[in-house]
């Protein structure tokens, strides 16, 4: 009984490969994306727009919103300018 289940299974394996050409081809898109939205917060993904208060990551020297959701809730009402982002933070480490 399984023996026959896996064997009718056979075809799926074909469609995991689609699927994976799939993902390759997203990937491709988001990287280029990612150039594209490079002014924007990595956090939210917004861009900054006129008077918002901006932290600088000293890093990798991208802007990020200096609201809560961005840099976190200690950073937001801390005095600083730049500090590490959670992305360069684990690169470091
Ligand atoms: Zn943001
Ligand atoms: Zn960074």
Redesign the pocket.
């Known amino acids: 009984m399984f023996a026959e289940n896996h064997i009718l299974g056979l075809p799926c394996i074909f469609e995991k490969k689609d699927v994976l050409n799939k993902r390759k081809e997203i990937a491709a898109t988001l990287l280029l994306y990612e150039v594209n939205v490079k002014e924007c ?1 990595p ?4 861009k ?1 727009e006129g008077e918002e208060k901006l932290m600088r990551c000293g890093m990798c020297e991208c802007y ?2 200096k ?1 809560p ?2 840099v976190g809730e200690a950073l937001h009402s801390a005095g600083l300018d730049t500090f590490i982002c959670k992305r360069c933070e684990y690169n470091v480490e």
């Open positions: 917060c956090a939210c993904g917004w900054p990020f919103h609201k959701h961005c």
